[in-house]
């Protein structure tokens, strides 16, 4: 089986563009040929090269909506379809979705595409009517749409008339990681947020709920880049908060969770993250906010807390109960972690994907 995937970013490490690298090298095991198309950006690129995986970076897949340059990549697009005669086009993300779905018709090529949240639910007003007429005027061009969590699969539904036959919910997977021998804690309670620094992640609301915090036995660790992140900084330095600690983006996650204590996530909106899944791979407790298929992950009071979003004193509440309390961090760390093994492993979501791609050629 030949497959083709297609995700927008190549200049960030980001969740899509962390599952496709996931998915790719998963589907490459399973004796597939495999080939990744990013837009510009030369890190995930990188990071493909190192996995063993064939990439190619089309310069004109851009993020923003450019009529002149999108019309130019369609075509660019159509003929490496053409040259490569994939079997199966999996396409991730908002802009890959668009101009993926309209190309692949064109070229009569089964054509799944992976919402990581829908764009019309990130928005409000015009712009959030005018993301939901697009995703109807395309639901048609799609075999299969694939959602990770089941709010999305409501939307789908609801407001785009989609029938269960064009669905199917796979939750993100990532690959087990082998344990590692952590050091000891020095005492403080280490908490560490993963993300993106973007207005709907919202790491403004997180520095607020650690400055409400006791100013001892905690240290917080965000990591990340992006548009917020120096007034981010600002701001913790404006709180005096000496603990806070920006590390910038980072290729070593899984390394920075292995010596942590908590995971946080206080985003606006979000889908099925996948630091979320990492930081339950590693054991971790995770207080998050309750968006998205966030209630899927976490189940609260067992392996995690959900708190209201933009809620700076829900949140600093429940971490204050787990700083005070490491025995209540093991066993919720243990619950997160038997989740994951259940649920969220790359082996679980690479059987489903496999079985729908098999299915897409048998139809056609």
């Known amino acids: 089986m030949k497959i083709l995937y297609i995700v927008t970013r190549g200049d960030v490490i980001g969740g899509a563009s962390m599952h496709v690298l996931e998915l790719a090298g998963e589907m490459q095991r399973r004796g597939c040929d495999v080939t990744i198309l990013l837009g510009p950006g030369d890190i995930v ?79 409000k007003g015009v712009k959030a009517r005018w993301f939901q007429a697009l995703e109807q005027l395309l639901l048609p061009l799609t075999d299969k749409l694939v959602l990770v969590c089941q709010r999305d699969i409501r939307l789908a539904m609801e407001l785009l008339g989609a029938t269960t036959d064009r669905l199917a919910l796979v939750h993100n997977g990532i690959t087990e990681l082998p344990s590692s021998d952590v050091p000891a804690s020095d005492g403080s309670c280490r908490l560490i947020s993963v993300a993106r620094f973007e207005s709907p992640k919202d790491q403004h609301t997180l520095i607020r709920a650690v400055a409400l915090l006791p100013q001892i036995n905690w240290h917080l660790t965000l990591v990340g880049s992006g548009p917020t992140l120096s007034a981010c900084r600002q701001l913790a330095e ?14 070593d996650v899984a390394g920075l969770l292995a010596h942590a204590d908590v ?20 054991g ?19 392996s995690g807390y959900l708190v209201q979003r933009q809620d700076a004193a829900d949140l600093a509440e429940r971490l ?7 025995l209540l961090r093991q066993s919720m760390g243990k619950q997160a972690r038997q989740l994951f093994c259940q649920h969220f492993t790359l082996q679980e979501n690479g059987n489903k994907l496999y079985q729908v791609y098999q299915r897409l050629l048998e139809a056609s």
């Open 238 to 251: 404006s709180l005096g908060l000496s603990q806070v600690e920006f590390l910038g983006e980072r290729a």
């Open 320 to 326: 204050a109960v787990l700083i005070a309390d490491p």
């Open 263 to 282: 995971f946080v996530l206080s985003s606006l909106s979000e889908s099925l993250p996948v630091s979320v899944i990492e930081a339950m791979r590693a």
């Open 45 to 123: 690129a990188q990071l493909a090269q190192q996995r063993g995986l064939s990439v190619i970076v089309e310069p004109l897949l851009l993020r923003q909506i450019s009529p002149w340059h999108d019309l130019r990549c369609l075509w660019r697009l159509s003929r490496l379809l053409r040259q490569l005669r994939p079997d199966i086009l999996h396409l991730h993300s908002a802009k890959a979705g668009l101009l993926g779905r309209l190309v692949a018709k064109f070229c009569q090529i089964p054509v799944v595409y992976s919402v990581h949240g829908w764009s019309f639910s990130m928005y």
């Open 284 to 302: 971790l407790p995770v207080v998050a906010t309750d968006v998205g298929g966030m209630s899927e992950l976490i189940s609260h009071g067992s």
